[in-house]
């Protein structure tokens, strides 16, 4: 249902997020930390801190990456999301007030929230429904596919959309809550600024969409500014601008953190920071629910994993428990699963592969003396360059000759082209699905066409079993699909990972303004503490 080409794009992003390097940070005072939490801002101004910058414009059918959502995510908004503050997959209310699914899922009604406005005056009603669907998919742009079964859109009344697939799909609602979701973008200002390209060239420094920020300037390589959008329908926080400067590399982020310069890190700081912010009175440190993992994916094009048995022994040789806890630390846990914690309800999607170091020391032992193997990481991924390390190292150890090295996001997300030209496994510090559905996990990772099955180990009955589950939402098919794919060695969920985010002591509304779908805050739901 997914094209490898528009998966790729967001999987770069999603490698973007953990790319942080290892630096040796200036201290504070003598023991490397701050004491005296800094002050509230008295201007009304929120400022976040991005470690580089978006990448792709802010337009809601084209963005696919992830600090971008910071943007994207307060000034759009989709007729649902995913609940806020909870550590499960929920669907909860956004622009629509309620929905209806028929038994088939082929039919989705949405009652849409009443006197809702666009940043451009013009009202939100289901004519808006049926455009924003379309615009997705005419742009093509990244996430197409999360529209492209759409068949028709009925507008009965100004509140009332019904959305009729070509197909059964039990993923749809969460395709709509995804941060990548479909957003409702103004007919009307699309069609002033369409231009050749559907208004792309105008959302690349405008918005069109109801969120509670409109998008007021825009400094490429520089800084992104937000302001509050006064007839917003929802809740209002103190913040009248949300300032969103872009710091190169995370020394300089942290400094400006430490000053009060920043008002809040998301999702950009290593795990070697942890001991610097977390615990540290001065500042609040959140560690918050995400749907996505660390990851180790086997090449089986390359002729030391041509054989399942080496593939298998190779996982089995992992010390899971010590690798996540040595490296990763509080911010994440090990996995017990093949998809995202708690996405199969049963748990018949438990992870079985027992560390044992003895098969894989064995299996060496029948190698040709001076066996060569490379473990891959994504450049400047601090996270999964260590675990990289630890890895090779344990394995010099059989008398295989195991290298760590590392490539850059672009040449990683090419392999699929040509899968030898990879390395024989690679190490994904982090990454996850578009949204909580387990196909959106299962497909991504296993189906070759999925985009982040970086070196195309495929089995044909799960990817078959992932789309037939999809229509009905057959956990037990589901399950079933991920047990034969982690039969072929291939994979191995090495971690739960968790947001951690970083804020002034006197932020308040972290927690309350996440969710597990985005590694991003609705800025709306910030406050300052009393």
Same mark, same amino acid.
């Not at 414009?57 to 007729?79: H, K, S």
């Not at 079985?352 to 490379?374: F, H, Q, R, W």
């Given at each position: 249902?997914?094209?490898?080409?528009?998966?790729?794009?967001?999987? +770069?992003?999603?490698? !973007?997020?953990?790319?942080? /390097?290892?630096?040796?940070? &200036?201290?504070? %005072?003598? *023991?490397?930390?701050? $004491?005296?939490?800094?002050?509230?801002?008295?201007?009304?101004?929120?400022?976040?801190?991005?470690?580089?910058?978006?990448?792709?414009?802010?337009?809601?059918?084209?963005?696919?990456?992830?600090?971008?959502?910071?943007?994207?995510?307060?000034?759009?908004?989709?007729?649902?999301?995913?609940?806020?503050?909870?550590?499960?997959?929920?669907?909860?209310?956004?622009?629509?007030?309620?929905?209806?699914?028929?038994?088939?899922?082929?039919?989705?009604?949405?009652?849409?929230?009443?006197?809702?406005?666009?940043?451009?005056?013009?009202?939100?009603?289901?004519?808006?429904?049926?455009?924003?669907?379309?615009?997705?998919?005419?742009?093509?742009?990244?996430?197409?596919?999360? +529209?492209?079964?759409? !068949?028709?859109?009925?507008? /009965?009344?100004?509140?009332? &959309?019904?959305? %009729?697939? *070509?197909?059964?799909? $039990?993923?749809?609602?969460?395709?709509?809550?995804?941060?990548?979701?479909?957003?409702?973008?103004?007919?009307?200002?699309?069609?002033?600024?369409?231009?050749?390209?559907?208004?792309?060239?105008?959302?690349?420094?405008?918005?069109?969409?109801?969120?509670?920020?409109?998008?007021?300037?825009?400094?490429?390589?520089?800084?992104?500014?937000?302001?509050?959008?006064?007839?917003?329908?929802?809740?209002?926080?103190?913040?009248?601008?949300?300032?969103?400067?872009?710091?190169?590399?995370?020394?300089?982020?942290?400094?400006?953190?430490?000053?009060?310069?920043?008002?809040?890190?998301?999702?950009?700081?290593?795990?070697?920071?942890?001991?610097?912010?977390?615990?540290?009175? +001065?500042?609040?440190?959140?560690?918050?629910?995400?749907?996505?993992?660390?990851?180790?994916?086997?090449?089986? *094009?390359?002729?030391?994993?041509?054989?399942?048995?080496?593939?298998?022994?190779?996982?089995?040789?992992?010390?899971?428990?010590?690798?996540?806890?040595?490296?990763?630390?509080?911010?994440?846990?090990?996995?017990?699963?093949?998809?995202?914690?708690?996405?199969?309800?049963?748990?018949?999607?438990?992870?079985?592969?027992?560390?044992?170091?003895?098969?894989?020391?064995?299996?060496?032992?029948?190698?040709?003396?001076?066996?060569?193997?490379?473990?891959?990481?994504?450049?400047?991924?601090?996270?999964?360059?260590?675990?990289?390390?630890?890895?090779?190292?344990?394995?010099?150890?059989?008398?295989?000759?195991?290298?760590?090295?590392?490539?850059?996001?672009?040449?990683?997300?090419?392999?699929?082209?040509?899968?030898?030209?990879?390395?024989?496994?690679?190490?994904?510090?982090?990454?996850?699905?578009?949204?909580?559905?387990?196909?959106?996990?299962?497909?991504?990772?296993?189906?070759?066409?999925?985009?982040?099955?970086?070196?195309?180990?495929?089995?044909?009955?799960?990817?078959?079993?992932?789309?037939?589950?999809?229509?009905?939402?057959?956990?037990?098919?589901?399950?079933?699909?991920?047990?034969?794919?982690?039969?072929?060695?291939?994979?191995?969920?090495?971690?739960?990972?968790?947001?951690?985010?970083?804020?002034?002591?006197?932020?308040?509304?972290?927690?309350?303004?996440?969710?597990?779908?985005?590694?991003?805050?609705?800025?709306?739901?910030?406050?300052?503490?009393?």
């Amino acid at each position: 249902m997914t094209s490898r080409k528009t998966r790729k794009l967001v999987r +770069a992003g999603l490698a !973007a997020l953990a790319v942080v /390097p290892m630096l040796a940070l &200036a201290a504070c %005072t003598a *023991s490397g930390t701050t $004491s005296t939490p800094n002050a509230a801002p008295s201007d009304g101004v929120l400022t976040i801190g991005l470690l580089g910058d978006i990448g792709q414009p802010p337009d809601p059918d084209i963005y696919y990456a992830n600090n971008g959502l910071a943007i994207v995510l307060n000034t759009y908004e989709g007729l649902v999301q995913y609940k806020n503050d909870i550590d499960t997959v929920e669907i909860a209310p956004r622009l629509a007030e309620s929905w209806e699914v028929s038994p088939d899922f082929t039919t989705y009604t949405f009652t849409l929230k009443p006197d809702v406005t666009f940043h451009d005056g013009t009202p939100f009603t289901s004519a808006a429904v049926k455009s924003s669907l379309q615009r997705r998919v005419d742009v093509d742009g990244g996430a197409a596919y999360m +529209a492209a079964g759409v !068949a028709s859109v009925d507008t /009965p009344d100004d509140l009332t &959309a019904v959305v %009729t697939l *070509s197909e059964p799909n $039990s993923a749809f609602l969460d395709y709509l809550a995804s941060p990548f979701g479909p957003k409702m973008v103004s007919p009307t200002g699309v069609e002033e600024n369409a231009g050749s390209d559907n208004a792309q060239t105008y959302l690349q420094t405008h918005d069109l969409g109801t969120g509670p920020y409109e998008l007021s300037a825009v400094e490429p390589g520089a800084k992104y500014t937000l302001t509050q959008y006064d007839d917003y329908w929802g809740t209002k926080s103190p913040f009248t601008t949300v300032e969103l400067p872009i710091y190169n590399d995370v020394s300089a982020l942290q400094l400006a953190f430490d000053k009060g310069d920043v008002s809040a890190i998301v999702a950009a700081l290593p795990s070697s920071s942890l001991d610097k912010y977390d615990g540290n009175a +001065a500042f609040n440190s959140d560690m918050l629910p995400t749907l996505q993992s660390a990851l180790v994916t086997v090449n089986p *094009s390359k002729p030391f994993f041509a054989e399942k048995e080496a593939r298998l022994a190779f996982l089995q040789s992992i010390d899971q428990e010590k690798l996540v806890d040595q490296v990763l630390g509080a911010r994440s846990e090990p996995a017990t699963t093949l998809y995202a914690k708690g996405m199969i309800s049963d748990g018949s999607d438990k992870q079985n592969i027992e560390y044992d170091p003895t098969v894989m020391a064995d299996y060496a032992k029948t190698l040709p003396e001076g066996s060569e193997m490379v473990v891959g990481y994504a450049s400047g991924n601090t996270n999964a360059e260590q675990m990289a390390n630890i890895v090779t190292a344990n394995l010099q150890t059989t008398g295989i000759q195991a290298t760590a090295q590392s490539y850059p996001t672009s040449q990683v997300f090419g392999w699929a082209n040509d899968p030898t030209q990879g390395p024989d496994a690679f190490i994904d510090g982090n990454n996850g699905p578009d949204g909580g559905n387990p196909y959106m996990w299962g497909h991504v990772f296993w189906d070759k066409t999925g985009g982040i099955n970086y070196f195309l180990c495929d089995d044909p009955s799960t990817d078959a079993d992932l789309n037939e589950a999809v229509k009905t939402g057959d956990e037990a098919l589901f399950a079933k699909a991920a047990q034969t794919y982690s039969a072929t060695g291939c994979y191995m969920n090495l971690s739960y990972n968790k947001d951690w985010v970083v804020s002034q002591k006197w932020l308040d509304g972290v927690a309350e303004s996440h969710n597990i779908g985005a590694n991003e805050l609705d800025f709306s739901l910030l406050s300052i503490a009393e």
